[in-house]
């Protein structure tokens, strides 16, 4: 049996308070919305019972943000993408940010297990005042259980249509890409932290950015396997490779407050969900 699942949320600002409103077909829910910050930004985490996709499923999310609404979206745990004999397992996200609209994506890890055939996709459009900080981490096999990503692929697509797009599909059968120096270097977990701006982020803005995540880079224990650049005008991104999820999540998340500080002048409240 296969599952179609769809997922929409809505953030608006309703009496000074952002509020998500949602609606949901399949195994794909919102938990209650939390104001760990005050009303101004909503905190919610999303839940998909099932624990994992398998081939022929398929989730879809459209997330619409409009005003000055902020929202903030997490996950319990990671994403699981098992194995497949044929068909394919895929995540669909479109995200949209309309007048001043504030949103962070920020889901604990995609798992992709051996054998699966996976494809898992973000699409964002912003409108030229609106701004969003988000990653995207994937772990390829479970190396500390012995169970290495050795059959497979895993698409993995982010794109800002016009603006920015990253999209690599990784074939386990590639040796070349899995161990070479130019590709994954033996590594098995890829992470990106991302700030897209709707509008050209100005350069004093744009550069004490990029030096703010390059001085946390230089010190952290995956120095040599991290960089930031700043592909276009509106988005800056911090790229690592690691062997594991935990380093890079800890990197990402050192980056993630200083730039939540320098960006948006906001201290880092982190959800709840991630210290239960």
Request: aromatic residues 6%.
């Amino acid at each position: 049996m296969t599952w179609h699942a769809q997922l929409d949320i809505n953030y608006s600002v309703e009496q000074n308070r952002t509020v998500a409103r949602h609606s949901h077909t399949g195994p794909l829910r919102v938990l209650q919305s939390l104001y760990p910050e005050g009303d101004a930004i909503c905190h919610n985490v999303l839940v998909h019972p099932p624990g994992g996709l398998v081939g022929g499923d398929t989730l879809d999310m459209t997330i619409n943000a409009c005003g000055s609404a902020h929202g903030l979206i997490t996950t319990p745990g990671a994403t699981r993408f098992y194995r497949s004999a044929h068909e394919l397992a895929l995540q669909r996200t479109h995200i949209t940010l309309s007048d001043q609209a504030r949103l962070e994506w920020l889901p604990l890890e995609a798992l992709a297990y051996n054998q699966c055939r996976a494809e898992n996709r973000l699409t964002l459009a912003l409108a030229p005042q609106a701004e969003f900080m988000g990653w995207d981490v994937t772990a390829l096999g479970l190396p500390s259980a012995a169970l290495p990503f050795e059959q497979g692929s895993f698409l993995q697509h982010i794109e800002v249509p016009g603006v920015w797009l990253e999209r690599g599909l990784v074939d386990a059968a590639d040796t070349r890409l899995m161990n070479g120096p130019l590709g994954l270097a033996g590594q098995r977990c890829m992470a990106s932290l991302f700030f897209v701006a709707g509008s050209p982020l100005a350069r004093q803005r744009r550069e004490a950015g990029l030096e703010l995540a390059r001085n946390l880079v230089a010190v952290h224990p995956l120095s040599r396997m991290a960089g930031v650049t700043c592909p276009h005008p509106q988005v800056m991104v911090l790229r690592v490779l690691s062997p594991l999820v935990e380093p890079a999540m800890h990197l990402l998340r050192q980056v993630w407050v200083s730039w939540r500080a320098h960006v948006w002048q906001l201290p880092a409240v982190s959800p709840r969900i991630w210290s239960t």
